[in-house]
Structure formats: C-alpha cells, structure tokens
C-alpha cells in the first residue's frame, strides 16, 4: 500500500498525524475486502485552499472539511469484482496498485469541527479519513439510505481502529 500525505497546513498538527491516517485508511480498505494493494494520496490543508479546489471542482464557493476525488467507477459500492477488467487504467503500471483516489481535508475545518462536536481534532481527522476512504470506495450519502450505510461503516472503521467519540470533557457522545 502506498499513501502520499502531505502537509500544507502551517497550524499545529494533529499529534502522529500520519500514522493516523495510515491506520484508518487500512481499516477502511480492510473492512472493504479490497483485495488490491492501493495507492491514495492525501493533503493536508487550510480552509482557504479547499474553499478554490471546492469552487473549481464543484462550483461551490466555501469551504468544506474534506473532498474526496475517486479515481474508480463501481456498479455497487467496494465491488472489486471485476475492476480489472472494467478500469485497467486504474492500476499504477509500475506498482500494479490500484489508484483509489484522492483526499483534500482542510485542519482548520477539523479544529472548528473538533470543538462543536466536544471531541478531539485526533478523533475529527480520523473521522474525515474514514469518510473520505469511503467515497473512494463507491460510497455516497445524497439519499437518506446511503446515508445511513455511510454513517454506520465510518462508524464501524474508526471503532475497529479503537478511535471512540470520546468527549474533550471527559464525557461520551
């Protein structure tokens, strides 16, 4: 497995912030049965940068915590089966990994986001990671169903990672 992180964010990281990511992009490809080693490149940002990639990508003008770019078309979401045969430019030729995609995720958003919900920016990065895998994965949340699935295998992913919604005031969500 390949993973590209890049840090562009001139605030504080999140502590082993990319071993962090490392893990739960490695759950969320376990959980998935993905049975490719992959590639996946993620930056690290601020809102301003997201705010353009957001408005030259999606002609939405504002910031927003993650962005996820698939390199992979799926008939249902983490169906591998026949991703060979379907997306053979989907494979790096030298490595032979598949090239799931692309992860933008601004800190700022992951600092503002750590504070409203009362949990760590650990916790909220970690989240966002998870999220993002699963959009890389053929995942989306437009209607209520696909939602739910979403909501409850992110869940899933960080739990299996032993990452909780731990308050910051001791408390549990």
Request: charged letters at 30%; proline letters at 5%.
């Amino acid at each position: 497995m390949h993973i590209e992180i890049e840090n562009c964010y001139e605030g504080l990281p999140v502590p082993d912030y990319e071993a962090l990511i490392r893990q739960v992009i490695g759950q969320a490809l376990e959980f998935e049965n993905c049975p490719y080693e992959a590639q996946i490149y993620v930056l690290l940002t601020d809102n301003e940068e997201i705010r353009q990639v957001n408005r030259e990508h999606r002609q939405i003008d504002r910031p927003t915590d993650v962005l996820s770019f698939p390199m992979v078309s799926y008939p249902a979401p983490a169906d591998f089966s026949d991703v060979e045969t379907r997306e053979p430019c989907a494979f790096h030729p030298d490595t032979g990994e598949l090239m799931l995609g692309d992860i933008l995720i601004s800190m700022d958003k992951v600092r503002e986001q750590a504070e409203e919900y009362g949990h760590s920016m650990r916790r909220e990065l970690a989240f966002l990671v998870a999220h993002s895998m699963l959009h890389l994965m053929g995942y989306d949340h437009m209607e209520e169903g696909e939602r739910t699935v979403m909501e409850w295998r992110q869940e899933e992913i960080l739990q299996q990672c032993g990452i909780t919604r731990e308050r910051t005031d001791g408390g549990k969500h």
